[in-house]
């Protein structure tokens, strides 16, 4: 599994009502209606996901599966 497809199993594990086909450049927050309040579950998910620090700052502005898995993938080595 690559790390978009990693990122999108996250994402529908905090926002079960996604199914799969949803796009990776859809914003999380906007278009495909993930609560703001699980940010931060969303953020410890990946964190433990890929064994990996995900800078706070960065996380707020990747606001897509697109951007989240670009973000983590240099960290994984």
């Known amino acids: 599994m690559n790390v978009d497809d990693r990122v ?9 009502g996604l199914d ?3 796009s990776a450049t859809a914003d999380l927050y906007r278009e495909l209606g993930v609560k703001s ?3 931060l579950d ?4 990946l964190e ?3 064994k990996v620090s ?3 700052e960065a ?3 990747a606001r897509t599966v697109q951007k ?3 973000m983590i993938e240099p960290k994984l080595g």
């Open 54 to 56: 995900i800078d706070d």
């Open 20 to 22: 799969g086909s949803f």
């Open 42 to 45: 969303l953020l410890l998910a």
């Open 8 to 16: 999108r199993a996250v994402v529908r594990r905090i926002a079960p």
């Open 68 to 70: 989240l898995a670009a």
């Open 48 to 50: 433990e996901e890929f």
């Open 59 to 61: 996380f707020g502005e």
């Open 37 to 39: 309040v699980a940010a």
